[in-house]
C-alpha cells in the first residue's frame, strides 16, 4: 500500500509588535495541540516570502491572523492583498484590532478579505471560539478530506451543520428526482444498465453510430482544470474520479462517477473539469460535443427520456453517497468524542498519579533537608537581626546633632517598637484627630507616624519653624523605623519558619505556650504587599487562652488561609474579617472573605492531597496547600471546618488551651 506523505497545515500570525506576536503564538500552539504550526512573521513583505515558502512545500494555510498596525502596511491594506495571493485566497482572514473605522472593516469583508476580527486584549475561550469556526469552515470548503486531521480544533457544530445542509440538499434533489420520474414512468421498472443500454442505442441511432474511443487501465481520460466542450458516455468498463492535493491523489467511490462523464457541461456555457477522471480499467466512451447532444435529441425525443433518466439515477447514487459520507462522519466523530474523553480521564489520572509521587517525594525528603536549610537560613536571619539594631544606633547618634534630633530618635523608636494597629482602629484614630486638626489629610499623617492626641500634635509643631518640613522628615524617619521593625520581624519569622521545618524531622521539639493573636498579626505585616487592595478587618477577644503547639506551624496555617482568601477576592471591594475568640475554653479562628466562594461539590475535597481548584499550580510559601494546613491544625488536636457560597467563605479553626499535644 502506498503512503502518503502528511500534509502540513500552518496558522501565519503577523504583526510589529513583538508582544503581540508572542502572546498568540503561544496561545495559538496550546489550542492547536498539534493540529497545525504557527509562524509568525513581522511584516507584509515576510508574510509574502512565507507563504509562497509554504505553497511551495505543499503546505496549507487555513487561517492568518494579521494586526492593524504594521510596520509596511495597515492591517486592512495587508487583508485586501492577501486576498490576490494564491497561497493566501483561500486562507480564513483576522484582523487584530482595538478598534478600526467601519468603513475599513466594511471595504476588507465586500471584498471577501475579512472572516473574523480579534479585540485586544483577547481572553483563551474568545480565540479558541473563533480558530474553530473558522478553521472548520476552511477544510469544508477546501479540503474535506482532511477534517479527520485537525479534529483537536474543529468546530462540531459547525461540521455537523454542514453535513445537514448536504443532507438537505441531497433531501431536494431526491424530491425533485420524484418529480421528474413521473415524466418517464417508462423507465421506472428498468434497471439501472438497462437504462444504460437503451440511452447508449438511443444515441447510436440518432448520430449514425459516433465514433468511440478506447482506453487502457489506470489511463487518465481528463484533468481536473481542463475546458470540457461535452460529454462522454462510457458504454464499456468503469471510470473514476480523483483530486489532486499537493503530492497526494484522493480518489471517491465508483459510484460517484457514473456513466455521463462531464454533467456540469450541460447546464453551463463553459466550464472546466473539477475532477481527474481515470479509467479503472479498460473503458470505452463515446465522446459527444454539445453541437452533437444537441442535434441527437432534437432527432430523438426518447433520447431525452432516457439521458434524463440516467442523469436522475446518476444524481441519486450521490446522493445517497452523501448520506453514506454523513453517516460515516457521524460515527468518526463519536468515536473521536469518546477516545478524547478516554484520554482525558487518562491524562487526568495520571497527572494525580504524578502529583502524587511529587508531594510524597517532597514528604521523604523534607526531613533531610531541615537541617541544612535551618542551618543556612538561622546564620544569615541573625545577622539581619543584629544589623537591625546597629542602624538604629547608627540613625540615632547621626540625628543627634540635627536641629530637632531628639523628636527623630523617638520617631524612629516609636516606630520601631510599635505594635501594627488593625485598619479600623487607625480609621477611629485618624477620624477622632480629624476633628481636632480640621484636615484629614493631615490627621492621616499623623495617625501614621503615632501622632493621635491633640495634646501631641501641638507638642510636635509647637516651636516648628517650618511645620510641614519637621512633619515630612518625622514620616521619613518613622518609615526607618517601620522598616527596621519589619526587618526585624522577618529575620524572626524565618527562625520561627527553620523550626518549624525541624518539627517535620523530629519527634522531641519542645512545645511552647503562646498567643495566636501574635502569629496572625506577624502574618498580616509579612503580607502587607498583597494587602494593599484589602480591607482587612480583626477582631480579638479580651480574654484568649494561649494554645502549646508549634508557631512556626501555625503561622504557616494563617499564611496559606489569608492568601488563598486574597487570590479569591476580586481587587474591588475586597474585604477579609479575622475574628478570635474564646469556644468553651478553646481558641476558636475565622478568617472570612467575601470572594467568589467554593463550589459545593468541590467542599469535601479541597483537603485532598492531589486535589486543586488553581489548574495544577503550586505557588512558592504555600507549602503543600490545605492538606498541610489541615494537618498542622490536627497535630494541634485541633479541627478545621469550611463553610462556603458566592460572596462568603469562612475557615473555622478550633484549638484546644495549653496543654499536651501529639
Known amino acids: 500500500m502506498t503512503s502518503h506523505p502528511t500534509i502540513v497545515d500552518v496558522v501565519f500570525c503577523v504583526s510589529s509588535d513583538p508582544a503581540t506576536l508572542g502572546e498568540l503564538e503561544r496561545d495559538l500552539t496550546e489550542l492547536a495541540e498539534g493540529a497545525f504550526i504557527v509562524r509568525t512573521v513581522s511584516s507584509t513583505e515576510e508574510l509574502a516570502a512565507a507563504a509562497s515558502a509554504a505553497g511551495a512545500e505543499g503546505e496549507l494555510v487555513p487561517l492568518v491572523f494579521v494586526d492593524e498596525h504594521l510596520s ?13 495571493h494564491a497561497e493566501l485566497h483561500s486562507a480564513r482572514k483576522v484582523l487584530i484590532a482595538e478598534s478600526v473605522s467601519q468603513e475599513d472593516l466594511h471595504r476588507a469583508a465586500s471584498a471577501g478579505a475579512l472572516d473574523g476580527t480579534l479585540a485586544v486584549p483577547w481572553s483563551v475561550p474568545q480565540l479558541r471560539s473563533l480558530v474553530s469556526r473558522l478553521v472548520t469552515q476552511y477544510y469544508i470548503a477546501e479540503a474535506p478530506q482532511e477534517v479527520d486531521e485537525v479534529t483537536e480544533v474543529v468546530d462540531v457544530d459547525v461540521l455537523s451543520k454542514a453535513f445537514i445542509e448536504v443532507e438537505e440538499r441531497a433531501k431536494e434533489a431526491s424530491e425533485r428526482l420524484e418529480r421528474l420520474q413521473r415524466s418517464f414512468l417508462d423507465d421506472r421498472a428498468l434497471s439501472d444498465d438497462e437504462v444504460e443500454t437503451l440511452l447508449i442505442e438511443e444515441i447510436d441511432r440518432a448520430l449514425d453510430n459516433p465514433p ?28 473514476h474520479l480523483t483530486i489532486d492535493v499537493d503530492d497526494r491523489s484522493i480518489g471517491f467511490h465508483a459510484r460517484t462517477a457514473g456513466r455521463v462523464i462531464g454533467l456540469n457541461t450541460i447546464a453551463q456555457a463553459e466550464t ?40 436522475l439515477r446518476g444524481m441519486a447514487r450521490r446522493n445517497q453517497r ?9 460515527k468518526l466523530v463519536r468515536d473521536l468524542a469518546k477516545e478524547r474523553d478516554e484520554l482525558a480521564a487518562t491524562l487526568d489520572q495520571l497527572n494525580r498519579t504524578q502529583a502524587r509521587l ?18 543556612e537560613l538561622n546564620n544569615p536571619a541573625a545577622v539581619v ?44 484614630r485618624r477620624n477622632d484627630l480629624a476633628a481636632v486638626v480640621g484636615d484629614v489629610s ?21 516651636d516648628a519653624a517650618d511645620p510641614e518640613l519637621r512633619l515630612d522628615r518625622m514620616e521619613r524617619f518613622h518609615r526607618i523605623g517601620t522598616t527596621l521593625r519589619n526587618v526585624n520581624a522577618a529575620a524572626h519569622r524565618i527562625v520561627r519558619l527553620v523550626g518549624s521545618l525541624r518539627s517535620y524531622a ?35 477577644a479580651d480574654e484568649i487562652p494561649a494554645i502549646s503547639g508549634y508557631p512556626g506551624d501555625l503561622n504557616q496555617v494563617w499564611t496559606n488561609l489569608i492568601s488563598n482568601a486574597i487570590h479569591a477576592m476580586d481587587e474591588d471591594n475586597a474585604r477579609l474579617n479575622i475574628d478570635v475568640g474564646a469556644d468553651d475554653g478553646n481558641v476558636a479562628v475565622c478568617i472570612t472573605d467575601n470572594g467568589h466562594g467554593i463550589a459545593e461539590e468541590n467542599l469535601e475535597r479541597i483537603f485532598e492531597p492531589a486535589f486543586t481548584t488553581k489548574a495544577g499550580r503550586v505557588e512558592f510559601g504555600l507549602g503543600l496547600g490545605l492538606q498541610i494546613v489541615k494537618d498542622i491544625v490536627v497535630r494541634h488536636n485541633g479541627s478545621v471546618t469550611v463553610e462556603s457560597e458566592p460572596g462568603r467563605t469562612c475557615f473555622r479553626i478550633l484549638l484546644p488551651r495549653a496543654g499536651e499535644i501529639e
Open 72 to 84: 509596511d502596511a495597515s492591517g486592512v491594506e495587508t487583508l485586501l492583498g492577501m486576498h490576490d
Open 212 to 239: 468511440r474511443t478506447t482506453v487502457l487501465a489506470g489511463t487518465r481520460i481528463l484533468s481536473a482544470g481542463d475546458l470540457v466542450d461535452g460529454i462522454r458516455v462510457v458504454v464499456k468498463g468503469r471510470v
Open 506 to 540: 523530629r519527634s522531641d521539639e519542645i512545645v511552647e505556650a503562646f498567643d495566636v493573636r501574635t502569629g496572625i498579626e506577624e502574618t498580616l505585616l509579612l503580607l502587607g504587599h498583597d494587602l494593599g487592595h484589602v480591607d482587612v478587618e480583626t477582631s480579638y
Open 358 to 375: 511529587i508531594e510524597s517525594e517532597k514528604l521523604a525528603t523534607l526531613g533531610q533537608l531541615a537541617a541544612g536549610v535551618g542551618h
Open 442 to 462: 493631615l490627621a492621616r499623617r499623623l495617625v501614621a507616624i503615632g501622632i493621635d492626641t491633640e495634646e501631641a500634635y501641638r507638642e510636635l509643631f509647637a
Open 385 to 428: 537581626s543584629r544589623a537591625t539594631d546597629f542602624l538604629t544606633e547608627d540613625i540615632e547618634h547621626l540625628t543627634a546633632g540635627i536641629p530637632g534630633g531628639e523628636l527623630f530618635v523617638d520617631a524612629v523608636r516609636t516606630a520601631r517598637d510599635r505594635k501594627p494597629m488593625s485598619t479600623r482602629e487607625q480609621r477611629q
Open 272 to 311: 472546466r473539469a473539477l475532477f481527474n477522471v481515470e479509467a479503472i480499467e479498460d473503458t470505452t466512451f463515446i465522446p459527444l460535443t454539445l453541437q452533437q447532444l444537441d442535434e441527437a435529441l432534437r432527432h430523438s425525443p426518447t433520447l431525452a427520456i432516457h439521458l434524463v433518466s440516467v442523469l
Open 322 to 330: 452523501s448520506i453514506e459520507l454523513r453517516l460515516q462522519v457521524d
